[in-house]
């Protein structure tokens, strides 16, 4: 497994809904839209084998998830039983409503303490609502993001001219200069990991999330070893307990964590828009980052083609649902 950390030099646009929602914009970017985004650059640079490559990826990654001041954050693990949600404390409800990552340190606090240990209100800083440190790590931590809203006339996709009196906000992420997205990846072999890293750059060029044309989403990315050793955690073993850092959608075959008290789980709804054609994608559910599940699963690859589109397309589209889990190291 390997690091890299993502520099932008750009305000970030990710629609994590898949609606058109512009007025926002989420803060990171879910794995299997990293996923689609490094296939369909890397098919730019190797054409030929684009569409085997989008079906069985040489690959396996995270979602972009959240550095600040030279620490890599985790999501929150979902409460479970071995780690349960704090009740009855209204500070520590106050610290840890809306909290969405976590230094290194608090998450393995969670893991082996559970919440009323690791979340204290005298030992966590929140530098702003999502996220939460451990206040001796940082003295005076600065927020990661801010989000702007720029006010926009809205275009008719026929004539391409301006809609009279149609005006709409369109949300934007800029990250502070101590801040950025990191990725977490899996390669098949060496000539994959060059291939990911080939796409990695070139995606970093075009841009990445809406508004490419106009410079949004654009960064550099560097090796971030040190931010693995930060984190110290590995990946899972068949057959162990994790917590998701990418969205999952589980085979038939790999089920039986769901029947299991000790898992715990969100689950968001994935859509969206085939690029070029106007039409939406079939849409599925996927288990969330920072879900504990008490076995890995390997997840898959889903064809999203819509049924009235099968026939005009040169290639099917598939959403990758395969899942990266984590837990800490031992010792």
Known sequence: MRCYRLHFRAPLHIDDRGTGYYEASDPFVRSDTVSAALLTTWGQLDPENATARAAKPPFRVSSAMPWLEGTPLLPRPVPHRAA??????????????GVQWLSPRLWHRIWHEGWQQALHPDTV???QKEIALARDEASEPSPAWAQERRPRLNVDRITDGPVEGQLFEFGRIHFLPSAGLYLLAEHADETARQ???AALSLLGDTGLGAD?????GQFTWEP???FQERLGVRQTEPGESGVLVSLANPGLSERQWAGDERSAYDITTRGGWIANYG?????????????FLSVTIQGRVLDVTPRALASELPHPIYRDGRALMLRPEEG
């Open 84 to 97: 349960p949600a704090p009740q009855g404390d209204p500070a520590l409800a106050k610290v840890t409503k």
């Open 125 to 127: 800083c929140t530098p």
């Open 195 to 197: 291939g990911f890293e």
């Open 212 to 216: 490419r044309n106009a410079g949004n």
């Open 224 to 226: 971030a070893a040190d």
């Open 279 to 291: 039409i939406r994608r079939a849409r599925v559910r996927m288990l969330t980052e920072g879900s």
